[in-house]
């Protein structure tokens, strides 16, 4: 059996509030009120297209053998770099090894579902599974029905032959240039034409090509479809859609706009996610990825379904949520103002591409050393052993330290330095087992920081060289909760 | 075995500039105002100085590097001119320069001089700058007030104190610095503030608030030192005399290793206690008659009371809130109003405390004047709690 064998979601957890969109916005554009329900995923100031498909990698990597991945392929049509594969950086930051098949997959909504075809029809990998991360952080303009409707957010497949969950079935693309909206060579912000003639030309006709050929080729019907994905930010659009496919209304997938906003190429992706948290063995799931024409992909739900849950998963990602009233920050955040700094903004955030590299273990992978000598954990690793009783030279070995817990021992929160997000949170955090490290903090709620309380680690844009477009990534520290297990000194 | 510096050197004469935002002064201004104070009062002409040790901090930011701003502002001759840096120690290093090249009977007389133009750079606050090329890519943005606040947490979480305890006797240390601060002429702030003051001020690093913090300023601050034969010779009595230099530099233990749960300085605790036995102090509490102590931060102060072993671990909250360490206590800290106070441009600090303690022993201390002050503790500390160097100076009266 072929299939899908491991899925993760990831969705920032600050949500902006509809309404304070529609405040600042509807003396231009009275009809945003309407679209004023509920609220939207938005980025931090340090997550991007990248730092989330690492998250929604890292949640689907609970199911999946980091070894056994030969295939990433990372879907987006917001990659931060056009030059530098980005699907490179997601692997190394999810410690994937330096032997795999990577690729970059864009320019469309359905960037996601046909990198996934091409997954699924490349069949298993000489290391057995393949990954897609589909991440999108994509920005709109101010007042605009895509700021109201737009979410960001990132997810994650495995496929393969190992654990398969949802057996796959097929798939089919019908191709059109239908251009219902494009961000050309020189824009940052897309342009959209009108949303009636995308339904009934776009979503109406060209979905029905697609599907009901595969239905046709797979000999299924299409009342038998349980889960019928697709995404939208025309809320009503999927069940007109599954209406004239024949598709049950109870089949559609609830597209979650009041919860998050539609995470463009990604959403299909994070939709999927879903259905799989509440289908049954033996269900059937048809995805459809929309732009410039349809992709379709049929699968049919394993014993395993019920089963296999990731960490987070989707239900867990879209719960993690902190609401946010700010308008201005989110704005800020997305660089749709010019924004004060201050003068300890102003320092020069040359990266000495280098010195990166030669760091690249640590910054990217977050590697320490283990001494062979006296087992001592140490980040970041050094020429000698950092036990004074050790000293050892070169006796370190590599030590992947992302998946490890750690407890804050000191901390502050700085009003003075530069941060994007005043005020900056840092401290020294004590790793289980081991290691010890001065680093930043982020997700930090007032008050959830003190010494003792639990940090897990995520992969964050450390900071952004405007100068020479640019940003650098490290890992951050953000409080767990109490949920963890007390940590344990010493091995 | 080494015998130590003790008593190996005294002072011939020292300087100090005012302190402050000296927008009208050049470091060069700044190096001569302290220079020429420090000459006269040595009683020696310029040519007798045989050597030089040139402390700055941020040396990008003000003087530029090298030993030349040092030469050239006071148009030397041609000796060698050493110039030092060593973060907020840099003061005490480039004394220790000198005091060593004496010492070692390489010269007969040495200048010793700092200096800190902080005011030009367009910052309130120490200037944000560069900690190298590899330390950029993944330090936090850390202030210096946002990594000596950790302290407060480390400190609070071992000792179990509540947080407006620890609020309250860090204002202490504060009010009393501006009360110091008010009576030195030469000091950057003088207005006396209330501990409501200290404790309602708007937050920095958290729990460090406005007046937790030392003053950034502009001075300078320098010494010419000898022999004690040799200054008899140039008619000097009341001979002040070097004690003890340490130094102790973090190698990465704290940061990386060791159980060290962040509520004190290791280093200050390892160059406190070379110190003592350099000088042959067995009781500090009863032999050292003032402090001069590294309070970039209240909270700094606070822990280098109990690293100094000048109050037992955990007492100095109680011990400061008992005055202990004020004016009139039991063990004066920053008589002179402290970097709180008195002002901290880098360079100078190290300096400006042994000037301190230079006038406090000859008597020259106006105001401020401590009865029978014979032995003196400075402390410097450069860098972060979790990674810095420590430098501790005895200084005290030639007996």
């Keep these: 059996m072929f299939g899908i064998t491991a899925y993760g979601a990831y969705i920032p957890r600050s949500r902006l509030s509809r309404a304070a969109i529609a405040d600042a916005n509807d003396w231009f554009d009275a009809s945003l009120r309407g679209l004023a329900k509920g609220e939207r995923s938005i980025c931090n100031w340090d997550e991007d297209t990248i730092t989330m498909a690492v998250e929604a990698g890292q949640d689907c990597l609970s199911l999946l053998d980091a070894g056994s991945v030969g295939t990433l392929y990372l879907a987006s049509t917001t ?7 980005n699907s490179v950086v997601v692997s190394q930051a999810l410690n994937l090894g330096d032997h795999l098949r990577t690729m970059d997959v864009s320019a469309s909504q359905r960037a996601a579902t046909s990198a996934l075809i091409a997954i699924l029809e490349a069949g298993n990998s000489e290391k057995g599974a393949a990954m897609l991360v589909a991440s999108e952080h994509r920005r709109s303009k101010c007042g605009s029905r895509a700021e109201m409707l737009w979410g960001d957010g990132a997810a994650a497949l495995g496929v393969g032959s190992d654990g398969v969950i949802a057996e796959y079935l097929g798939s089919e693309t019908y191709v059109t240039d239908f251009v219902d909206h494009y961000r050309g060579e020189d824009s940052t912000l897309d342009y959209e034409w009108e949303e009636r003639w995308i339904r009934d030309e776009g979503y109406l006709k060209s979905v029905p090509l697609a599907a009901s050929r595969l239905l046709d080729k797979a000999g299924v019907k299409a009342a038998d479809i349980a889960h019928f994905v697709l995404a939208s930010d025309q809320a009503k659009t999927p069940s007109a859609v599954a209406k004239k496919l024949g598709i049950t209304a109870e089949a559609v997938v609830d597209n979650r706009i009041p919860a998050m906003g539609i995470a463009g190429s990604a959403h299909p992706i994070l939709l999927l996610t879903s259905a799989f948290e509440f289908a049954k063995p033996g269900d059937l799931i048809m995805l459809a990825g929309f732009g410039q024409g349809t992709d379709v992909v049929l699968f049919k739900a394993t014993d395993q379904i019920t089963d296999r849950r990731p960490e987070t998963g989707f239900a867990g990602a879209i719960e993690r949520r902190r609401p946010d009233e700010n308008y201005n920050r989110f704005l800020s955040f997305n660089n749709l103002v010019e924004r004060e700094t201050g003068k300890r903004g102003e320092l020069d955030k040359q990266s000495y591409l280098a010195a990166m590299y030669r760091k690249k273990d640590l910054l990217t992978g977050f590697i320490g050393g283990k001494c062979r000598e006296c087992g001592t954990v140490q980040i970041p690793r050094e020429n000698y052993c950092v036990n004074p009783e050790c000293g050892a030279l070169d006796s370190q070995d590599d030590y992947p330290m992302s998946a490890i817990p750690g407890r804050v021992k000191t901390w502050t929160a700085d009003r003075l330095t530069f941060d994007w997000n005043p005020p900056a949170y840092f401290g020294l955090v004590e790793f289980e087992g081991g290691g010890r490290l001065m680093m930043d903090f982020t997700e930090v709620e007032e008050g959830s920081i003190e010494t003792g309380v639990a940090v897990s680690m995520h992969f964050r844009i450390r900071q952004f060289d405007n100068q020479r477009g640019f940003r650098k990534y490290f890992w951050k520290a953000t409080p767990s909760g109490q949920e963890r297990a007390q940590l344990t000194t010493g091995d | 075995m080494a015998s130590g510096i003790k008593d190996k050197v005294v002072i011939l004469g020292m300087g100090c500039s005012k302190f402050g935002e000296r927008w009208d002064a050049s470091p060069a201004d700044l190096m001569v105002e302290a220079f020429e104070e420090c ?9 007798d100085i045989e050597m030089g040790w040139f402390g700055a901090g941020i040396d990008a930011y003000n003087v530029g590097s090298s030993a030349l701003p040092l030469s050239l502002a006071l148009r030397l001759s041609n000796i060698p001119v050493t110039k030092v840096e060593n973060m907020c120690a840099t003061g005490t290093e480039a004394f220790r320069g000198a005091v060593y090249a004496v010492a070692s009977g390489a010269c007969d007389i040495a200048l010793a001089l700092g200096v800190e133009k902080l005011k030009d750079v367009g910052y309130g606050g120490l200037p944000q700058r560069t900690r190298g090329v590899e330390n950029d890519m993944f330090w936090p943005n850390l202030s210096a007030p946002g990594s000596f606040a950790q302290l407060a947490s480390g400190y609070r979480a071992k000792h179990g104190i509540d947080k407006s305890e620890l609020k309250r006797a860090m204002a202490h240390v504060s009010v009393k610095s501006h009360a110091n601060g008010a009576k030195n002429p030469k000091a950057h702030l003088r207005r006396e503030i209330t501990e409501e003051q200290a404790i309602n001020a708007p937050y920095i690093a958290e729990p460090i608030g406005l007046y937790d913090c030392c003053g950034v300023s502009d001075g300078s601050a320098c010494a010419i030192v000898t022999t004690p034969e040799i200054a008899r010779r140039l008619g000097k009595t009341d001979l002040v005399s070097v004690k003890a230099l340490q130094l102790a530099v973090s190698n990465g233990d ?27 102090i067995k009781k500090p509490r009863e032999e050292i008659s003032m402090t001069e102590v590294h309070d970039c931060f209240s909270i700094t102060e606070l822990v280098t009371m109990e690293d100094l072993q000048l109050s037992d671990e955990g007492q100095a909250v109680r011990d400061v809130l008992n005055g202990d360490f004020d004016a009139d206590g039991r063990i004066p800290c920053q008589i ?12 100078a600090s190290g300096l400006r405390m042994i000037y301190e303690n230079y006038l406090q022993f000859q008597g020259r201390a106006g105001d401020r004047q401590l009865s029978n002050a014979r032995l003196a503790l400075n402390h410097n500390l450069g860098g972060f709690p979790h990674q810095n160097i420590c430098s501790i100076s005895i200084i005290g009266r030639y007996e």
């Design chain 1, 79 to 85: 990659l931060p770099f056009l030059d530098r594969q």
């Design chain 2, 336 to 347: 002179d109003g402290g970097l709180k106070c008195f002002g901290h441009p880098i360079g």
């Design chain 2, 254 to 280: 704290e940061a990386s290793f060791s159980d060290w749960d962040g509520s004190y300085l290791k280093t200050t605790r390892i160059a406190a206690q070379r110190a003592y036995n350099e000088a042959g």
């Design chain 2, 39 to 47: 000459i006269a009062d040595a009683g020696i002409e310029k040519k």
